[in-house]
């Protein structure tokens, strides 16, 4: 069973920078695509970030390219987002997800099988 924990989520004020993990476990896969989506009230959720393990090619939303950056950990079993230059309009629940290939970093909300509960990131102006 997979099984993803998010965490590091918090309140900051606009310009500040949080950093986001995943922590991952119970699958098999030594390459998966993991990634980040985002969900604000009343808006559908949303691609932020997405990666493949297995040559850490990285995809990113045109709305946090060059603020936002995703990683993962030499044991491959953590992953990152570092949100610098946080807006109040990336406040949202934030959800890691995975999906064993065939995958794509940058894939459709709907073939990611495995999502975390979510952490919740505010940013105020």
């Known amino acids: 069973q997979v099984h993803l924990v998010e965490s590091g989520g918090g309140s900051v004020q606009a310009g500040g920078s949080l950093r986001l993990s995943c922590a991952a476990s119970g699958y098999a896969y030594s390459r998966v695509c993991m990634g980040w989506f985002r969900q604000a009230p009343g808006k559908e959720r949303e691609g932020v970030a997405g990666?493949?393990?297995?040559?850490?090619?990285?995809w990113y939303a045109e709305s946090v390219k060059g603020r936002f950056t995703i990683s993962q950990d030499n044991a491959k079993t953590t992953l990152y987002l570092q949100m610098n230059s946080l807006k109040p309009e990336d406040t949202a629940m934030y959800y890691c997800a995975a999906d064993p290939p065939p995958c794509s970093p940058s894939g459709a909300l709907s073939i990611w099988d495995y999502w975390g509960q979510g952490t919740q990131v505010t940013v105020s102006s």
């Open positions: 990666l493949f393990t297995g040559n850490g090619i990285t």
